[in-house]
């Protein structure tokens, strides 16, 4: 049973800086693309940043200079840096990857969400 796990979401007043974490954990054999989603409320579930299996990288427009994607293959962990954070960069970040393991092929995984709150 593979599992995604997330860590680092909490309150931070605007311009501060958060620093998400996301690892694989169970028994995996490849991990292709992994990224962050977020959902704020009444919103859709929107894609911030992916990384492929080969490093390259890819943010929304939104983001695009302020946050930072980057993995740890050795870790089965991707990571995504936040600086500059701004209100509404306030929603749940859920984290994302296209994985196989035992017994199965390539298919995607979700996390639970960790919630991110910019507020003063």
């Known amino acids: 049973q593979v599992q995604l796990v997330e860590s680092g979401g909490g309150l931070v007043q605007p311009g501060g800086s958060l620093r998400l974490s996301c690892a694989a954990n169970?028994?995996?054999?490849?991990?292709?693309?992994m990224g962050w989603y977020r959902q704020a409320p009444g919103k859709q579930r929107e894609l911030v940043a992916g990384i492929t299996g080969g490093g390259h990288t890819n943010y929304a427009d939104s983001v695009k200079d302020r946050y930072s994607i980057s993995r740890d293959n050795a870790k089965s962990t991707v990571y995504l840096q936040m600086n500059n954070l701004k209100p509404e960069d306030t929603a749940v970040y859920y984290c994302?990857?296209?994985?196989?393991?035992?017994?199965?092929?390539?298919?995607?995984?979700w996390g639970q969400g960790t919630q991110v709150t910019v507020s003063s």
């Open positions: 169970g028994i995996i054999f490849s991990i292709r693309a």
């Open positions: 994302n990857a296209d994985l196989s393991t035992l017994g199965s092929g390539y298919r995607e995984y």
